[in-house]
């Protein structure tokens, strides 16, 4: 079974949304540590609240980024973590941490990259005005938003539409796709060839790749498998 560190700093819905996944067996995971920069997130409390080990400390009380990332790979150490899930974990890592657990540490991140990086990239698709918006899920490298995409989800941008609307669309998606990908990871289904991370088969049928988001089409590739 696949030890996973989730690292978090804010409400935690793709946190909550793998757990769920995970208790209900569709996961061969179990979440190992939950780690934090802001103590008071709620996705502190939901980890908790589930018996989930926790490590939540302020980078401000660190002297560097270097520092505090250590620190968490200290902590992710005994704990005998395995890969690490990004879930709204709003800081960089340091280079340090990406070289420990390289080509073990996934992310998702609301555009269909690699469009639209950064921190706001759902609200700067809307803004620029694009028809489809969407998710992406990816191994993290060193440059931001970088890495190789495991699935992407699209979903359409509406004229009405503000930042809100459209992200709650793509939330919806991110809540499936996310968990699908680490149960594609944990089952070793995953190979990175240079950019392309090709997906092996499964024992189960996929599921079709057009699925609804907030009672609108998406299209999922690659397609959901049952249960996701």
Same mark, same amino acid.
């Given at each position: 079974?696949?030890?996973?560190?989730?690292?978090?700093?804010?409400?935690?819905?793709?946190?909550?949304?793998?757990?769920?996944?995970?208790?209900?067996? !569709?996961?061969?995971?179990?979440?190992?540590?939950?780690?934090?920069?802001?103590?008071?997130?709620?996705?502190?409390?939901?980890?908790?609240?589930?018996?989930?080990?926790?490590?939540?400390?302020?980078?401000?009380?660190?002297?560097? *980024?270097?520092?505090?990332?250590?620190?968490?790979?200290?902590?992710? !150490?005994?704990?005998?973590?395995?890969?690490?899930?990004?879930?709204?974990?709003?800081?960089?890592?340091?280079?340090?941490?990406?070289?420990?657990?390289?080509?073990?540490?996934?992310?998702?991140?609301?555009?269909?990259?690699?469009?639209?990086?950064?921190?706001?990239?759902?609200?700067?698709? !809307?803004?620029?005005?694009?028809?489809?918006?969407?998710?992406?899920?990816?191994?993290?490298?060193?440059?931001?938003?970088?890495?190789?995409?495991?699935?992407?989800?699209?979903?359409?941008?509406?004229?009405?539409?503000?930042?809100?609307?459209?992200?709650?669309?793509?939330?919806?998606?991110?809540? *499936?796709?996310?968990?699908?990908?680490?149960?594609?990871?944990?089952?070793?289904?995953?190979?990175?060839?240079?950019?392309?991370?090709?997906?092996?088969?499964?024992?189960?049928?996929?599921?079709?790749?057009?699925?609804?988001?907030?009672?609108?089409?998406?299209?999922?590739?690659?397609?959901?498998? !049952?249960?996701?």
């Amino acid at each position: 079974m696949l030890r996973i560190a989730v690292l978090v700093s804010g409400k935690g819905s793709n946190f909550k949304a793998i757990l769920e996944h995970i208790t209900a067996g !569709r996961i061969n995971a179990e979440v190992a540590l939950l780690l934090s920069n802001v103590p008071a997130a709620p996705a502190v409390a939901i980890a908790r609240e589930a018996g989930i080990p926790v490590w939540a400390k302020s980078h401000k009380d660190f002297p560097s *980024r270097a520092a505090f990332d250590e620190a968490m790979l200290d902590a992710m !150490r005994e704990s005998g973590v395995d890969a690490v899930i990004l879930a709204g974990y709003m800081r960089l890592l340091s280079p340090g941490f990406i070289r420990a657990y390289r080509g073990k540490i996934l992310n998702i991140h609301p555009s269909l990259l690699p469009a639209f990086s950064g921190v706001s990239g759902g609200a700067d698709a !809307r803004d620029y005005g694009v028809k489809l918006a969407g998710c992406t899920v990816h191994f993290v490298v060193e440059d931001l938003d970088a890495g190789p995409v495991i699935i992407q989800a699209a979903v359409p941008v509406r004229d009405q539409d503000d930042t809100p609307t459209l992200m709650r669309r793509i939330h919806s998606l991110e809540h *499936r796709v996310y968990p699908q990908a680490i149960a594609w990871f944990a089952e070793n289904r995953l190979v990175a060839e240079g950019r392309v991370v090709r997906l092996l088969p499964g024992v189960d049928e996929p599921a079709v790749a057009a699925v609804i988001a907030d009672g609108l089409p998406a299209l999922v590739h690659p397609p959901l498998e !049952r249960g996701f």
